[in-house]
């Protein structure tokens, strides 16, 4: 994207600020970014922000690969469970999950990065609830992704903006150079 980006307009400068959802979503509500991706909020926006949906990731259940994969389920109420940092909007979906399924898992550690938690998957410190998405699934970890069928529930990506501009000619060319890759 970034790429493409470059290719059509090699004059824009481009910062990429990382950051937690709530944090990039203060920033471009201040205007101190012009956009960001982020986790889609569990909250109404401010009328003055534009949300546009940039793809939608389904929640897999990782595993260790020697561990007996029987329902999923069931197998978060059998294993120690590292759990998607719940103040974090991807990891409150982990939470209202576990809620309607009446599950208490037993935590046996909590935090926001997803390769991390794929590493102590690997290691076979627990199973853990993450979204099927960025660089752990092509770095092609030694676990096992057990499919949620349909209790599947997904975390939106989506691209904020402030609405007044929206319209202006790199926000357009950055919308489609990001649409483009997805």
């Given at each position: 994207m970034l790429l493409k980006l470059r290719e059509q307009a090699p004059g824009i400068e481009?910062?990429?600020?990382?950051?937690?959802?709530?944090?990039?979503?203060?920033?471009?509500?201040?205007?101190?970014?012009?956009?960001?991706?982020?986790?889609?909020?569990?909250?109404?926006?401010?009328?003055?922000?534009?949300?546009?949906?940039?793809?939608?990731?389904?929640?897999?259940?990782?595993?260790?690969?020697?561990?007996?994969?029987?329902?999923?389920?069931?197998?978060?109420?059998?294993?120690?469970?590292?759990?998607?940092?719940?103040?974090?909007?991807?990891?409150?979906?982990?939470?209202?999950?576990?809620?309607?399924?009446?599950?208490?898992?037993?935590q046996v550690l909590e935090l926001d990065e997803l390769d991390a938690i794929?590493?102590?998957?690997?290691?076979?410190?627990?199973?853990?609830?993450?979204?099927?998405?960025?660089?752990?699934?092509?770095?092609?970890?030694?676990?096992?992704?057990?499919?949620?069928?349909?209790?599947?529930?997904?975390?939106?990506?989506?691209?904020?903006?402030?609405?007044?501009?929206?319209?202006?000619?790199?926000?357009?060319?950055?919308?489609?150079?990001?649409?483009?890759?997805?």
């Open positions: 481009t910062k990429l600020v990382p950051g937690v959802s709530l944090d990039l979503l203060n920033q471009v509500d201040s205007g101190e970014i012009d956009l960001a991706i982020i986790i889609r909020p569990p909250f109404q926006l401010p009328k003055e922000l534009e949300l546009e949906l940039v793809r939608s990731e389904p929640f897999v259940l990782v595993a260790p690969t020697d561990m007996d994969a029987n329902e999923p389920l069931k197998m978060l109420t059998e294993y120690p469970f590292i759990r998607y940092d719940r103040s974090s909007f991807g990891g409150r979906l982990v939470t209202q999950f576990m809620r309607r399924q009446h599950i208490q898992p037993r794929v590493k102590m998957v690997e290691s076979g410190l627990g199973i853990a609830l993450i979204p099927e998405a960025g660089l752990w699934v092509e770095n092609k970890p030694r676990v096992q992704i057990i499919d949620l069928g349909d209790k599947v529930f997904h975390r939106d990506l989506v691209l904020i903006s402030r609405y007044g501009s929206r319209q202006s000619p790199p926000q357009k060319l950055f919308r489609e150079c990001v649409m483009e890759q997805v």
